[in-house]
Nanobody, 116 residues
């Protein structure tokens, strides 16, 4: 199992920005990378995903505010979060998935707290 390490979380005021990073111990080339989040008492939800070919998907709640990207040479995926809202608060997890399989790896999560 690969190691995924998220970083970049923190405390921000509504309207602020954060950039999350997900560093993988193995190559992310050919893998789909995604970000999920989980608020207290709620189910984990998909926030954004990027395929190996660069295709992107976003949850409706974050469209126009969040941007997912990847740097395969650095084995790192990113989530740029702008115009943050209190409802964005939660633990953000990075996921690496080998396409065409059900093999997945998850990071430990990084806390994002947005105050009103």
């Amino acid at each position: 199992q690969v190691q995924l390490v998220e970083s970049g979380g923190g405390f921000v005021q509504a309207g602020g920005s954060l950039r999350l990073s997900c560093s993988s111990s193995e190559t992310i080339r050919g893998a789909a990378m995604s970000w999920y989040r989980q608020a207290p008492g709620k189910e984990r939800e998909l926030v954004a995903a990027i395929g190996g070919g660069g295709s992107r998907k976003y949850a409706d709640a974050v469209k126009g505010r969040f941007t997912i990207s990847r740097d395969d040479a650095k084995n790192t995926a990113y989530l740029q979060m702008d115009n943050l809202k209190p409802e964005d608060t939660g633990v953000y997890y990075c996921k690496r998935r080998i396409v065409y399989t059900d093999l997945e790896d998850w990071g430990q999560g990084t806390q994002v707290t947005v105050s009103s």
